[in-house]
């Protein structure tokens, strides 16, 4: 599945970006396996990193 998110950061910046999201299938395909999320931050640069305060 292909997604736009739109984001709070730590830093309180909002951003906007893509992500794709893949998922396996049981055998039976009645549930989700697993699911790998494919991104990339490099375009958010530090503000994606910073620590939460009250994390």
Same mark, same amino acid.
């Given at each position: 599945m292909?997604? *736009?998110y739109?984001w709070?950061?730590?830093?309180?910046?909002?951003v906007d970006?893509e992500?794709?999201?893949? &998922? $396996?299938?049981?055998?039976? *395909?009645?549930?989700?396996?697993?699911?790998t999320i494919i991104y990339?931050t490099?375009?958010l640069?530090d503000? &994606? $990193?910073?620590?939460?305060?009250?994390?």
């Amino acid at each position: 599945m292909h997604f *736009r998110y739109v984001w709070a950061l730590a830093s309180e910046t909002v951003v906007d970006f893509e992500c794709v999201d893949v &998922f $396996e299938l049981a055998e039976d *395909r009645t549930r989700f396996t697993r699911m790998t999320i494919i991104y990339d931050t490099a375009r958010l640069g530090d503000d &994606f $990193e910073a620590p939460r305060e009250n994390a």
